[in-house]
């Protein structure tokens, strides 16, 4: 009786979603305004910026674009997710860490992803070759001016061949990825639908198209969607936030490793992104025993949900 009367009052899920916005917008705007005037005044281009070529900082020393996608990814992502787990610390645990079978877990997850690439190839080569209708054909334009852009900078960043870029890489666009969007996305953002919704599984699916469309990369959209959904099930199966993690990590990392061996060996990005499909059994094998990791990595989950329902009885 009286652990209810003082039990403090949980926010409510409309609540949670205006604190975590106002807190993505005032985060990104303070942390890229002090990160992008930090470096003008380092590199004496305030002056070239006013007059209107400033820009060429951003665009010509890759350095620099390290440094702002890593502070727009820490400040948009991390920071909002983190101040608001210490507004709310006494009524949700939005990053929970069980270590109940963690190791089969990431074994689990590992091998998920490595035979479920090729169906995800299919996937991603549909997308790519996507058409709107005639009617849609100036969005079509827009949306692939939009890509360009982005594969412009893809190309810029990814398609290295020292090791030390290697590593930056696999620090910019694997490790901080990895971590700052799935606390933000998976342990934040789901979480916040959840509630909102009274449904796991909307939750999950509405997270994942949110957190694929936040890129701007039309022709990327459902493989990212996809493996939004991965990360989600994988969360709410493992309730532990280091899974997603560990599987975001393996898939940009992947990517990045290979672009890496690519470019050392004096291929393209557009040869890495018409490498030979696979045949029609690999496809096959890759849909069967992805569904078979996933029913697996499901059934473990289980296990943790009757052991507990054990020690209540």
Request: glycine residues 4%; neutral net charge.
């Amino acid at each position: 009786m009286d652990g209810q009367m003082f039990e403090p009052k949980k926010n409510s899920a409309w609540m949670s979603m205006m604190i975590l916005l106002g807190l993505t917008f005032a985060c990104a705007f303070a942390v890229q305004v002090i990160v992008i005037v930090g470096i003008l005044m380092s590199t004496g281009d305030i002056k070239s910026m006013l007059e209107g070529g400033g820009t060429s900082i951003f665009s010509e020393n890759t350095y620099v674009l390290y440094i702002i996608l890593a502070a727009s990814s820490i400040s948009t992502f991390l920071l909002p997710s983190l101040f608001l787990q210490l507004t709310e610390k006494n009524q949700y645990r939005y990053f929970p860490a069980e270590p109940f079978q963690l190791k089969n877990y990431l074994v689990l997850i590992f091998l998920f992803l490595l035979v479920c690439n090729p169906a995800m190839e299919v996937v991603s080569r549909w997308n790519m070759d996507m058409k709107l209708p005639d009617f849609l054909e100036k969005t079509e334009l827009w949306m692939r001016s939009q890509e360009d852009q982005m594969k412009e900078l893809t190309v810029k960043l990814v398609m290295v061949d020292s090791i030390g870029k290697l590593m930056l890489n696999l620090l910019v666009m694997a490790v901080i990825p990895a971590i700052v969007e799935e606390y933000y996305f998976r342990g934040a953002l789901q979480n916040i639908l959840g509630r909102l919704f009274k449904n796991v599984h909307l939750a999950i699916w509405v997270t994942a198209i949110i957190f694929s469309a936040i890129h701007v990369q039309f022709y990327g959209f459902f493989p990212r969607m996809l493996l939004g959904l991965i990360f989600g099930y994988a969360f709410l199966w493992s309730q532990n936030i280091w899974v997603p993690i560990f599987a975001h990590f393996l898939n940009n990392a992947s990517v990045t490793i290979i672009a890496f061996v690519y470019a050392r060996d004096g291929k393209t990005y557009e040869d890495l992104q018409n490498a030979d499909p696979y045949t029609i059994p690999f496809y096959i094998s890759s849909i069967i025993l992805s569904v078979a990791i996933a029913f697996y990595f499901y059934k473990i989950s289980n296990q943790k949900t009757k052991s507990n329902e054990l020690k209540l009885d």
